[in-house]
């Protein structure tokens, strides 16, 4: 089949896909088909002529239709962290069909991630991690398509992935940290990513002050998100939990429960009040160009010393008992920042930020809202509309209230911003909507990633699913619409129109992995794309070189000693889409992916004298289970 016939069919709907690209070319009636597409809305709904109001025409008739029929495509992709299985997963909004996981700082049997050669050498030898907070680059406030940043919790760690062909290409180690947990992005453009440390050390960590908790730091660190190198470090005394950026690269934010200092559960509780930090980005890069930094440990990253008291590069407004997440709304004026064990919402004005950077107001008088969302708020969404939507953990609703409101009933009792508490099933954890991290919120689609799942799945044994659920949030009141089981544990997700990505369906053979593998070729004398060789390298080591056209691997029998390091050395020249080869070695623990046009390679040690056979793992072709080699062990 043809790339455009394939264009065609996989559309499912190549006359609205036209029409869309049609009607993007035209004026004002091109906006509103646009819209509508982008909606998923089939019948009536915002494509209904005779709709005056589309939202109110859409609630009216039940909302948006979740249902994606078969041959049909979702409107959304969905990017999913998924904890600590230390992967991604890609799903389709509205149908919240996994579609794809991409292999991050685990160890994954399919792909062969961690185990071959290239993610090896980028995860560094370890191949378990925690994945939280999965966070797309940005170009003037909205996504740009390039690149997906995750964190890694357990080993402090930021990883990126190319959207193009949706793989890992770098992983960065942040120094002086523990505990990587909140991650974002500047929304400017792709520039920086700042990473917050959860987990306060002494700094340096190298056996000083272990008993003196006083002492111990947490790092804010940025780090490019073009080069992935770690720029700057600012050193602060309390914990940073979850992050945000503002949308002009001015500053970034970091909610602190722990302004206590303290290292057991009651102290870390004591203090009525903790702090969102706000750092102030240009300040920041002035004193690390004036070289007014410090270095900590081993690590050459300069490093600004905040600790203490407030001044140019920090200010902390004060908020009320143990806040979680910070999240700013789509236009930009406010940080909302969740109160965990307060039952609030503290609504920061971003605009006031320079008066208190300046030192002509306190802190605390940046502070315009703080409305009672109910018991153990963590993450708030945005529609686009004016409101936002809290997640709420002891209560196990979703709280959606009005930003306007909110601020109005700040100075008026008399004003109540609650709009609508809705269940969830249960103990929700964040939440997140379509396009809602971004300038284009659309108020669509809101995903309620819950915790607990309890009755609401066919039992599986003492491990429960998570329950991500789906809610219609485009009318006046949201409404539950989905229940997706969810292997553990997602934490976070972010959701945008499908247009806004563009994967290749061939590898481009760029980037890290082919410097990587041409490197190696180039010191063989090899064409990586042409034929097969095999390689003595020195005493006991062996590199093999193999192409792969389906179904037959361009070599089918190599030759080694018992005991010698193999590196099999893979390029599968099948530039057709969806023609994936593999390689597998019969009882050596090895399997790899080799994607259409990609190269990969995988090393172990030769076993016993004896035949192995190797084979394409993937089903390639009606001759797949005939796609096989010997590989002769000699003693
Ligand atoms: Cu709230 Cu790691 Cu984003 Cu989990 S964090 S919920
Ligand atoms: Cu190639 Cu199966």
């Given at each position: 089949m043809s790339d455009q016939d394939h264009e065609e069919r996989q559309d499912g709907e190549a006359t609205s896909q036209g029409r869309r690209n049609f009607m993007k070319g035209t004026v004002a009636v091109g906006a509103g088909v646009v819209a509508a597409g982008a909606l998923g809305v089939r019948e009536g709904g915002f494509g209904n002529p005779f709709a005056a109001s589309a939202a109110h025409a859409a609630s009216k008739q039940g909302g948006l239709d979740p249902h994606v029929p078969p041959g049909k495509l979702d409107p959304y992709y969905g990017f999913w962290s998924g904890g600590q299985s230390g992967e991604i997963r890609i799903l389709g909004v509205p149908s919240m069909r996994e579609l794809m996981r991409i292999p991050v700082v685990n160890r994954d049997s399919a792909t062969g991630w961690g185990r071959d050669d290239w993610s090896k050498q980028l995860l560094g030898g370890r191949d378990s991690g925690d994945t939280h907070h999965v966070h797309l680059s940005y170009t003037d406030g909205t996504y740009d398509g390039r690149y997906v940043y995750v964190n890694d919790k357990s080993n402090a760690r930021l990883a990126r992935v190319r959207c193009d062909i949706m793989e890992v290409d770098a992983i960065t180690d942040i120094p002086n940290s523990q505990g990587t947990h909140g991650i974002f992005p500047q929304r400017h453009k792709t520039g920086l990513v700042l990473c917050n440390a959860e987990f306060r050390t002494p700094l340096p960590n190298d056996g000083r002050d272990l008993d003196d908790p006083k002492k111990y730091g947490a790092m804010h660190t940025a780090i490019d998100g073009e080069t992935m190198e770690v720029k700057w470090q600012v050193l602060i005394e309390g914990n940073l939990d979850l992050c945000a950026t503002d949308y002009e690269g001015k500053y970034s934010f970091a909610c602190c429960y722990n302004s206590e200092e303290a290292v057991t559960l009651e102290g870390m509780m004591a203090a009525d009040r903790d702090w969102l930090y706000v750092f102030n980005i240009p300040a920041i890069e002035k004193a690390v160009k004036a070289g007014k930094t410090i270095k900590v440990g081993k690590s050459d990253v300069p490093v600004v010393d905040a600790r203490g008291a407030n001044g140019p590069y920090v200010q902390r407004v004060p908020v009320p008992k143990s806040p979680h997440g910070v999240n700013i709304d789509p236009t930009g004026k406010y940080a909302v920042c969740s109160g965990k064990l307060s039952p609030t919402v503290t609504v920061v004005d971003i605009g006031k930020l320079a008066d208190v950077f300046a030192g002509k107001i306190k802190p605390r008088d940046a502070v315009v809202a703080e409305p009672e969302v109910g018991l153990g708020p963590l993450h708030t969404a945005f529609d686009g509309r004016g409101n936002a939507y809290t997640s709420i953990f002891i209560d196990s609703v979703v709280t959606k209230w009005n930003i306007a409101k909110a601020i109005e009933a700040f100075n008026d009792e008399s004003v109540d911003p609650i709009l609508q508490k809705l269940d969830v099933n249960y103990q929700i954890g964040h939440i997140n909507g379509s396009m809602s991290e971004t300038k284009d919120a659309d108020g669509n689609w809101l995903i309620a990633l819950c915790k607990f799942s309890k009755d609401r799945f066919l039992p599986v044994g003492p491990l429960h699913p998570e329950n991500d659920q789906l809610i219609d949030m485009s009318g006046d009141k949201m409404k539950l619409v989905h229940d997706g089981p969810a292997y553990p544990e997602p934490h976070d997700c972010v959701v945008l129109n499908r247009d806004l990505l563009h994967p290749s369906k061939v590898n481009p053979r760029t980037g890290s992995r082919y410097e990587y593998y041409e490197k190696l070729a180039k010191e063989d004398g090899?064409?990586?794309?042409?034929g097969s060789q095999v390689i003595q390298k020195g005493k006991g080591k062996v590199r093999v070189y193999m192409v792969s056209v389906a179904p037959a691997y361009s070599l089918t029998e190599f030759r080694v000693k018992s005991g010698d390091e193999v590196q099999v050395i893979q390029t599968n020249l099948d530039g057709v889409e969806d023609l994936s080869h593999g390689f597998c070695m019969s009882n050596h623990d090895v399997n790899m992916v080799v994607n259409p046009r990609a190269t990969n390679s995988v090393t172990f040690t030769a076993g016993d004298p004896g035949v192995y056979w190797y084979y394409c793992?993937?089903?390639?072709?009606?001759?797949h289970l005939e796609m096989r080699g010997r590989m002769i062990v000699e003693a």
């Open positions: 090899i064409n990586l794309m042409a793992p993937w089903f390639c072709h009606a001759l």
